[in-house]
């Protein structure tokens, strides 16, 4: 008769801040609104989060996947997390609400244990893949934190636009010596800029593409390129001081940087011979491009090299970065297509615009299987390029959900879009 009543026992969703980049990643794809941030900490509402892990695959750092037993009355509030530095320790459950989480009583989220094969599974909604291509080499990731970054020095900084542009976009080479930092095309690197925010405490990290492959930003060096922009302007166009973009482009030969990373486990590129790429950016989006086919031209007569075709979006020629270079390419190696919005005296055109023209070529790709798609840039190009892909499949007649489900499974659809 007088049986303590069962406690609800919550298996919460967090997200640990002395991993977690900030790159907005997760909020973008909670598909329930359960993810918010502030200045400080991305933070998870236990009151809305349904533990569906639609979230979890596409963390770089896989600060996301964290949970914690607690007493549903006493989950950690949306206020509470917005104030930690560090996870809290695990608490002991009262004895009667761990009986409840064994069985007893049925335990809520998640609706799949943390794992990469149960959330592709809950992720069918996301654009691309939450695997990598599946003749990709192993990542390593996470292997410099907040708490032990790596030292850098910068080897290199200079300018890849027009002078007389807006657009100031740097190539910054950064040499780590002796330490080793291992990395693959597609992945990417967080920066630790020096100094405190408006509350003062120590800037969070930024992340940034490596513009360069494998081998080093020269070949057999352990050394790695970004390519970097720097804010003068918000999104609306306001006056703003891009914290760590004007630190990095006003570097100096000898200087040295704070890094974490490397990120990154699915936006990586296939190894096997007679793979295809197709790459579409816009803007600073072409970082990992640039890996991925200079990857690709260090192969050259040594490995079978698929098709190379690329579509990248600036407002001008002078406005796209590495445009001398990247035009000296040899073009029987990579088919390029420039999309520019902003040319005096030619229309405007984005990417999503030249797919449709070259619909012919993007089809024949499509329709091999050893093609792989990344994207990478400006958010707005995302629902774009997919309905161009749409557009190109349903002309031929066949059906686009159906290859765009393979394309997801198989780890040959990528998307980093900020
Ligand atoms: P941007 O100069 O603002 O834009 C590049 C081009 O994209 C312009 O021609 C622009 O046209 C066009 N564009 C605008 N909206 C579009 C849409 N909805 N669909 C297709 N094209 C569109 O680019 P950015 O400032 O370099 O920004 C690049 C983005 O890449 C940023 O969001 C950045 O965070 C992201 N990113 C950077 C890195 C990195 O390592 N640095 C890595 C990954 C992603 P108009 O403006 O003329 O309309």
Redesign the pocket.
């Known amino acids: 008769m007088n049986a303590p009543l069962p406690v609800e026992v919550l298996k919460q969703h967090l997200i640990d801040p002395e991993i977690c980049i900030r790159c907005n990643t997760c909020e973008e794809t909670c598909p329930v609104d359960a993810i918010t941030h502030d200045s400080n900490n991305y933070v998870v509402d236990p009151e809305i989060c349904n533990g569906c892990m639609a979230c979890v695959p596409p963390c770089p750092t896989g600060s996301i996947d964290n949970w914690r037993l607690v007493v549903r009355a006493e989950a950690y509030s949306v206020q509470d997390q917005l104030g930690w530095e560090e996870l809290p320790q695990d608490k002991p459950l009262p004895v009667d609400a761990a009986a409840a989480g064994e069985g007893g009583q049925p335990m809520p989220a998640p609706q799949a244990e943390s794992g990469l094969a149960q959330a592709v599974a809950v992720t069918a909604a996301a654009p691309g893949a939450a695997v990598p291509p599946w003749s990709a080499a192993h990542p390593y990731v996470n292997l410099y934190t907040h708490k032990t970054p790596i030292t850098a020095t910068v080897v290199g900084n200079y300018r890849v636009t027009g002078v007389d542009t807006e657009?100031d976009?740097h190539h910054i080479v950064l040499d780590f010596g002796e330490q080793p930092f291992p990395v693959l095309e597609g992945q990417?690197i967080g920066i630790l800029p020096p100094g405190v925010d408006a509350q003062g405490r120590p800037h969070h990290a930024r992340?940034?593409?490596?513009?360069s492959p494998r081998d080093g930003e020269r070949a057999g060096y352990n050394n790695l390129s970004?390519?970097?922009?720097r804010?003068t302007q918000d999104h609306g166009g306001a006056a703003a001081h891009g914290v760590c973009?004007n630190y990095l482009c006003d570097l100096a030969k000898n200087d040295t940087v704070q890094v974490i990373g490397p990120f990154g486990h699915t936006f990586l590129m296939p190894n096997h011979p007679q793979a295809n790429l197709i790459m579409i950016?816009?803007?600073?989006?072409?970082?990992?491009m640039r890996a991925m086919t200079e990857r690709s031209r260090r192969l050259i007569g040594t490995a079978d090299i698929g098709k190379l075709m690329l579509f990248f979006?600036?407002?001008?020629e002078r406005?796209l970065?590495y445009f001398g270079p990247l035009m000296k390419l040899p073009r029987d190696f990579i088919d390029i297509n420039l999309?520019?919005?902003?040319e005096p005296g030619q229309p405007?055109?984005?990417?999503?615009d030249l797919i449709r023209e070259r619909a012919a070529h993007v089809r024949g790709l499509l329709a091999d299987r050893n093609t792989c798609i990344y994207v990478?840039?400006?958010?707005?190009?995302?629902?774009?390029?997919l309905d161009a892909l749409r557009d190109v499949v349903v002309q031929s007649g066949e059906d686009w959900s159906i290859l765009h489900d393979a394309l997801r499974r198989e780890g040959r659809l990528h998307f980093?879009?900020?």
């Open positions: 657009s976009i990417s992340q940034y593409s490596l513009a970004l390519t970097v922009k804010v973009s950016c816009t803007g600073t989006g072409s970082a990992p979006g600036a407002r001008t406005e970065p999309a520019l919005s902003r405007k055109r984005y990417v999503q990478c840039g400006l958010k707005g190009m995302e629902v774009g390029v980093e879009t900020y």
